[in-house]
């Protein structure tokens, strides 16, 4: 897209299944800035330590493989294997890691002509002066269908309580962690996406980014 500036930042953060992922990658596309998972960067450790037949619990040893991690080389269909999200919540919880991880988002951010950031802590920690951040979110209730949906389209077979409960146990570790809680950044966008499709979360979104581009040609 024409008229981009140097360097602009979206931030989108949001609990599971909230669907920020695909927004992310929507508006990524949309005004051709680079897009991040940040939640690949914690399974990229993960699978980093359980390749080396490394401990999980060793946090010198995360750290280096966390300040290791190629960042282009983050493969979203293996890194969404189950076990190793089990495994990228036993690290995501150390803060070195964390602090090693969070250098490589914001590099990240820095790199011209900007990107496109989901996550947790992504307006409040990694990218707090982002030009526009956004919080996504939905019931546990719709989250889990999504999810339940998403398995069975593709082929596989899913309880659906066992995904809500999951999904809030994640809400409740994620919201209540000691070190970059889960939380809206002060002036973020709420977006609730309960009742919305793609399409329309998407649109509501590029108001939001299309009305700060405008201010910013003002500044």
Request: glycine letters at 8%; one cysteine or more.
């Amino acid at each position: 897209m024409t008229g981009m500036p140097d360097k602009f930042t979206i931030a989108i953060d949001g609990p599971a299944a909230s669907g920020k992922g695909t927004l992310a990658r929507r508006l990524a596309s949309q005004y051709g800035l680079h897009h991040l998972d940040t939640g690949l960067t914690y399974r990229g450790v993960a699978k980093a330590l359980i390749d080396a037949d490394e401990p999980l619990d060793d946090v010198a040893i995360a750290e280096r493989a966390a300040r290791a991690l190629d960042l282009g080389a983050l493969d979203r269909a293996v890194l969404s294997a189950h076990g190793i999200g089990e495994a990228a919540s036993k690290v995501a919880v150390m803060t070195p890691v964390r602090t090693a991880l969070v250098d490589k988002q914001r590099a990240f951010a820095a790199t011209p002509p900007g990107a496109v950031l989901d996550g947790r802590d992504i307006g409040t920690v990694v990218c707090p002066e982002a030009d526009v951040k956004l919080y996504v979110i939905a019931s546990p209730e719709v989250r889990a269908t999504r999810r339940w949906r998403e398995i069975e389209a593709g082929g596989g077979t899913a309880d659906y309580a066992r995904i809500l409960a999951d999904i809030e146990r994640r809400d409740a570790r994620d919201m209540g962690r000691e070190d970059s809680p889960l939380r809206p950044a002060n002036d973020a966008h709420l977006l609730d996406t309960s009742e919305m499709d793609i399409e329309t979360a998407f649109q509501a979104a590029c108001k939001l980014v299309d009305a700060r581009l405008a201010a910013r040609k003002e500044d």
